[in-house]
């Protein structure tokens, strides 16, 4: 059967790993300590180089990059998050990527990978294919639907690992969603239709909640719960009346909130992390984001998989 999924690709197979952060060179390397840090997050399009030849785009792995990750292997699981699939652009996806992680795959082990659930490249009328500057969300129809979770299929079975989609933080609602609910349908309906999982960014919803005014407990109750492997929180800002998912700093109290409520509730929960951009993580400093992780891992050994205290205080919290 063609669209068969490969036991492998399973997402209940995973193990339950813990707390998680993301491999970048600003931070040194005696700061992944498996004291603080049970697995390690790579962007892989952070060990390559790019180049363009004959209007082709190549994402080529550097061996040294590669080799200061394999060793990084030897203590930790590792994930993968990519950042420049594009899974939802009509025109194709970035086969470039692809290759890369090809490449990647045969020399580096991973549990899982994963993208975002949006686009960032279109074809103009000559066919020539564009950057759209900033990721965009996809619109909530049946073809988007059918389109990516086709395409999710076919990443489970050319990889034979699980792969997450992850809800993006967007700015033009009118674009794709007359709702918050619609993003969040999208979502369920992909991850239902392909077999992929959900990695759930809480700080991402959180800004979508505070920015188009809806409910941000509400809407994680309205996602498949069973569907998230892996949840993401971070640090953002407040910029002319929008929150943005800016990845700079703390994370702030509403989500540290909504993130103890949630991860009781997904069964298949195998990892959390704090995100930060590189070029902020020297700013924001290695002490705090030590105090980030550990808040993580004190709110992972109390609720993952299975602990749900409702004699909480949540009803008075105001999410939106
Ligand atoms: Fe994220």
Not at 34 to 42: M, P, Q
Request: glycine content about 8%; charged content about 20%; overall charge negative.
């Amino acid at each position: 059967m063609v669209n068969a999924i490969h036991r492998g690709a399973a997402i209940t197979a995973l193990p339950a790993l813990g707390v998680g952060f993301s491999y970048m060179t600003e931070v040194p390397g005696e700061f992944y300590d498996t004291s603080l840090i049970d697995f390690v997050e790579v962007t892989p399009e952070t060990l390559c180089r790019e180049i363009h030849r004959a209007g082709k785009q190549q994402i080529i792995p550097v061996p040294e990059q590669l080799a200061v990750v394999q060793s990084l292997a030897e203590r930790f699981p590792l994930v993968l998050h990519g950042v420049q699939l594009s899974i939802g652009s009509v025109h194709g996806w970035n086969q470039a990527y692809l290759r890369m992680l090809d490449q990647i795959k045969r020399v580096l082990p991973f549990l899982w990978h994963s993208e975002h659930l949006s686009y960032q490249t279109i074809a103009d009328e000559q066919g020539h294919v564009r950057e759209t500057g900033i990721a965009l969300p996809l619109p909530a129809t049946r073809e988007v639907a059918n389109m990516v979770s086709q395409r999710c299929r076919s990443l489970l079975n050319r990889y034979d690992l699980p792969f997450l989609l992850e809800n993006p933080a967007h700015y033009f609602p009118a674009v794709a969603h007359e709702s918050g609910s619609d993003e969040f349908r999208l979502m369920n309906q992909i991850c239902d239709a392909s077999g992929c999982g959900m990695l759930l960014d809480l700080h991402n919803l959180y800004c979508n909640a505070y920015n188009h005014g809806f409910d941000a407990w509400q809407a994680v109750q309205s996602l498949n719960l069973s569907k998230v492997v892996e949840i993401h929180v971070s640090g953002g800002r407040l910029q002319d009346g929008y929150w943005t998912d800016a990845h700079e700093g703390r994370v702030p109290e509403p989500v540290w909130r909504l993130l103890e409520q949630t991860l009781p509730r997904c069964p298949n929960i195998a990892g959390v992390l704090f995100e930060v951009f590189p070029d902020y993580a020297p700013r924001l400093g290695l002490s705090a984001i030590r105090e980030e992780l550990s808040c993580l891992r004190h709110l992972w050994q109390r609720y993952a998989r299975g602990h749900i205290d409702d004699t909480d205080k949540f009803g008075a919290y105001d999410y939106g």
